[in-house]
T-cell receptor
Framework: DTGVSQDPRHKITKRGQNVTFRCDPI?????LYWYRQTLGQGPEFLTY????????KSRLLSDRFSAERPKGSFSTLEIQRTEQGDSAMYLC???????????FGQGTRLTVV | QKEVEQNSGPLSVPEGAIASLNCTYS??????FFWYRQYSGKSPELIMF????GDKEDGRFTAQLNKASQYVSLLIRDSQPSDSATYLC???????????FGRGTSLIVHP
């Protein structure tokens, strides 16, 4: 499978715990996005990487959220001190250089109890 | 005003009919437009993209872009029950690299 891969697919955590999600983009895609989606809503932008550089972060992204993309390959999204409001589907997408299309992974469904 | 707007639906059409899904956007500088299909519990799947005014056809799907009126449409011909899903419209707004999404329109194709 050469698509965008996300791990884990599901995560249940207790409020206050830290969680980390991983995204492996399509090979040679230099653009990588993280989105969050809740029921009945479209994906909401969180952050954007071009290669290893984090070029944009949503102003909605609190300081409990951090993302990295070392060496411009895979990316991680960490949420510290999780809250019930963080429960959502976290989506990663990647896109090739010179184009604007973005392709999504399967998502990680987070449930904070 | 939201930057990308869609009617949440549901839009219900009979099998074999044409389903017409619409989307408007607020930024005249927007350049690239996308339609994604999302089945319940799954992630969005890119089905169409369009950059220029006019129509773009791919199989049973036609995307239409009218920059003067700032709307994008998706037509699905010969709708099938398997087309029942939420259709998300996205646009790259002026000066950005970020696809901004609407809330999606739920389509139900009934036999």
């Amino acid at each position: 499978d050469t698509g965008v891969s996300q791990d884990p697919r599901h995560k249940i955590t207790k409020r206050g715990q830290n969680v980390t999600f991983r995204c492996d983009p399509i090979s040679e895609h230099n653009r990588l996005y993280w989105y969050r989606q809740t029921l009945g809503q479209g994906p909401e932008f969180l952050t954007y990487f071009q290669n290893e550089a984090q070029l944009e972060k949503s102003r909605l992204l609190s300081d409990r959220f951090s993302a990295e993309r070392p060496k411009g390959s895979f990316s991680t999204l960490e949420i510290q001190r999780t809250e019930q409001g963080d429960s959502a589907m976290y989506l990663c997408a990647s896109g090739p250089k010179g184009y604007t299309e973005a392709f999504f992974g399967q998502g990680t469904r987070l449930t904070v109890v | 005003q939201k930057e990308v707007e869609q009617n949440s639906g549901p839009l219900s059409v009979p099998e074999g009919a044409i389903a017409s899904l619409n989307c408007t956007y607020s930024d005249r500088g927007s350049q690239s437009f996308f339609w994604y299909r999302q089945y319940s519990g799954k992630s969005p799947e890119l089905i169409m993209f369009i950059y220029s005014n006019g129509d773009k056809e791919d199989g049973r799907f036609t995307a239409q872009l009218n920059k003067a009126s700032q709307y994008v449409s998706l037509l699905i011909r010969d709708s099938q029950p398997s087309d029942s899903a939420t259709y998300l419209c996205a646009a790259i707004l002026g000066g950005s690299y970020i696809p901004t999404f609407g809330r999606g329109t739920s389509l139900i194709v009934h036999p």
